[in-house]
């Protein structure tokens, strides 16, 4: 018998799930949730692709992997960016090869045809005479640039199920408009594809239950996880006590505290149309200099050059994010993004970049290393107990257990999940 049933009744598993559980394996290995999935949410949610400044030039793409598509990006005129699939045409070919580059027109390696930054056929060789170019311009789909991120949207321009990015964005820019980050420059980009299902990863993200078991200098660095790793009473009441007193100076310089969070909790359709989305902003660490030196890497002062218009650096950060893929941490000085983007059901690529003002020298207002090293750490880290989980997830013998309270992030999550996946497959456009 083969380890896994060809077919599953998905609308069973969605509606059989034990709230306040993990989920069951077939939502963590089928191929079929995977490609429901697909329609539910990666084909019409907005996906975070990379930062602006990876493409800086007229020309210049990078090219977008997302289950099982591949998506060009590339920079047209001024802040222009289009994103086209990379499917030929003619008879469908790739036409980038390379994962990113810089070109003056997208042609296929096959026959030739040669297509402008925007996507419309330029040239195509021996067509017969009723052949039109303007019938045969690339598929694109929607792209939105955002503080100098780039998301894309797989639906074409003009389709209406798609969440309002603008929405979002208003949203979000007050809790980051500070940091200004359209004018920050990657100064690294690390990928781990990892052989996990994206709602692992993701997961993994938002509990920090793990923290004190898998991640010793993140516990040490990032003053929340007394309340959100060891959740204790006191821990909680060390952490607000810490946090009150920054709270009070962050105030003064007229920045950010606190927190909020948008589409949790809607009616069916509206939590259909939204995407949820968060913002707090909070103290790193009271005392970061003796607390890294302590620590093997890392520096408390890795990054000197404000970003964007902090008046001083606080030693706060601000933690936010777009489900399902893009979570940053912005401090004052710098930021880290995570990008979560599945593969395929077991297959998951994750990444980390980095952001400092544009016009920050490294060696004289950051190191590169020193910012970047909890970062690393703490991700290789988590992709070491994502796929520790996934195999054991994959066994025959897997039976979803009981989440802690301090996994009630999950929960939300899993609620969500469930009811955007069971709406979409009773909505009207459902095909
Ligand atoms: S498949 Fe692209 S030119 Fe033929
Ligand atoms: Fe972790």
């Given at each position: 018998?083969?380890?896994?049933?060809?077919?599953?009744?998905?609308?069973?598993?969605?509606?059989t799930?034990?709230?306040?559980y993990?989920?069951a394996?077939?939502?963590?290995?089928?191929?079929?949730?995977?490609?429901?999935?697909?329609?539910?949410?990666?084909?019409?949610?907005?996906?975070?692709?990379?930062h602006?400044?990876?493409?800086?030039?007229?020309?210049?793409y990078?090219?977008?992997?997302?289950?099982?598509?591949?998506?060009?990006v590339?920079?047209?005129d001024?802040?222009?960016?289009?994103?086209h699939?990379?499917v030929?045409?003619?008879?469908?070919?790739?036409?980038?090869?390379?994962?990113a580059?810089s070109?003056?027109?997208?042609?296929c390696?096959?026959?030739?045809?040669?297509?402008?930054?925007?996507?419309?056929l330029a040239?195509?060789?021996?067509?017969?005479?009723?052949?039109?170019p303007?019938d045969?311009s690339l598929?694109?789909?929607?792209?939105?640039?955002?503080e100098?991120?780039?998301?894309i949207?797989?639906?074409a321009?003009g389709?209406?199920?798609?969440p309002?990015f603008?929405?979002?964005?208003?949203?979000?820019?007050p809790?980051?408009?500070r940091?200004d980050?359209?004018r920050?420059?990657?100064?690294?980009?690390?990928?781990?594809?990892?052989?996990?299902?994206?709602k692992?990863a993701l997961?993994?993200?938002?509990?920090?239950y793990h923290?004190?078991?898998?991640?010793?200098?993140?516990?040490?660095?990032?003053?929340?996880t007394?309340?959100?790793?060891?959740?204790?009473?006191?821990?909680?009441?060390?952490?607000?006590e810490?946090n009150?007193?920054?709270?009070?100076?962050?105030?003064?310089?007229?920045?950010?505290?606190?927190g909020?969070?948008?589409?949790w909790?809607?009616p069916?359709?509206?939590?259909?149309?939204?995407?949820?989305h968060y913002?707090?902003?909070m103290?790193?660490?009271?005392?970061?200099?003796?607390?890294?030196?302590k620590?093997?890497g890392?520096?408390?002062?890795?990054a000197k050059?404000?970003?964007?218009?902090?008046?001083?650096?606080?030693?706060?950060q601000v933690?936010w994010g777009?489900l399902?893929?893009?979570?940053?941490?912005?401090?004052?000085?710098?930021?880290?993004?995570?990008?979560?983007t599945?593969?395929?059901?077991l297959?998951?690529?994750?990444s980390?970049?980095?952001l400092v003002?544009?016009?920050?020298?490294?060696?004289?207002d950051?190191?590169t290393?020193?910012?970047?090293?909890?970062?690393?750490v703490?991700?290789?880290?988590?992709?070491?107990?994502v796929?520790?989980?996934?195999?054991?997830?994959?066994?025959r013998?897997?039976?979803?257990?009981?989440?802690?309270?301090?996994?009630a992030?999950?929960?939300q999550?899993?609620d969500d999940?469930?009811?955007?996946?069971?709406?979409?497959?009773r909505?009207p456009?459902?095909?």
């Amino acid at each position: 018998m083969s380890r896994y049933q060809n077919t599953i009744d998905i609308d069973a598993l969605l509606h059989t799930h034990k709230h306040g559980y993990a989920l069951a394996r077939d939502f963590y290995t089928h191929p079929a949730v995977f490609e429901e999935e697909f329609k539910q949410i990666f084909s019409r949610q907005w996906q975070y692709v990379d930062h602006i400044s990876r493409i800086p030039k007229k020309g210049d793409y990078v090219v977008f992997n997302i289950a099982g598509e591949e998506i060009i990006v590339v920079r047209g005129d001024g802040d222009t960016v289009f994103a086209h699939f990379n499917v030929c045409r003619h008879r469908g070919s790739r036409i980038c090869l390379e994962q990113a580059g810089s070109t003056k027109r997208l042609t296929c390696p096959y026959h030739g045809w040669s297509y402008r930054l925007d996507g419309s056929l330029a040239a195509a060789r021996a067509m017969p005479i009723d052949f039109n170019p303007a019938d045969h311009s690339l598929r694109s789909c929607q792209v939105k640039l955002f503080e100098g991120m780039i998301f894309i949207n797989l639906t074409a321009e003009g389709e209406a199920v798609v969440p309002d990015f603008d929405a979002i964005a208003d949203n979000l820019r007050p809790w980051i408009a500070r940091a200004d980050l359209g004018r920050t420059k990657v100064i690294d980009h690390k990928i781990y594809p990892s052989r996990v299902n994206w709602k692992i990863a993701l997961e993994n993200y938002f509990e920090c239950y793990h923290c004190i078991v898998s991640h010793p200098e993140l516990c040490a660095v990032q003053l929340h996880t007394l309340r959100d790793a060891h959740g204790t009473p006191k821990g909680r009441a060390t952490f607000a006590e810490h946090n009150a007193t920054w709270q009070a100076e962050a105030e003064s310089l007229g920045h950010k505290t606190g927190g909020e969070q948008w589409g949790w909790g809607l009616p069916d359709e509206q939590n259909f149309m939204a995407q949820a989305h968060y913002a707090e902003r909070m103290l790193i660490h009271h005392d970061l200099e003796a607390v890294y030196d302590k620590l093997e890497g890392g520096s408390a002062t890795a990054a000197k050059k404000l970003l964007g218009h902090y008046a001083a650096d606080d030693k706060g950060q601000v933690d936010w994010g777009i489900l399902p893929s893009f979570f940053l941490y912005t401090s004052c000085t710098s930021t880290v993004i995570f990008r979560i983007t599945p593969i395929n059901e077991l297959l998951t690529e994750m990444s980390q970049t980095w952001l400092v003002h544009e016009d920050a020298v490294e060696g004289v207002d950051y190191n590169t290393q020193d910012i970047t090293w909890i970062d690393e750490v703490t991700m290789e880290q988590d992709e070491e107990i994502v796929r520790n989980n996934q195999a054991g997830v994959n066994s025959r013998y897997y039976e979803p257990g009981p989440l802690a309270k301090l996994e009630a992030n999950m929960v939300q999550l899993h609620d969500d999940y469930l009811r955007l996946m069971r709406y979409g497959r009773r909505a009207p456009n459902n095909e």
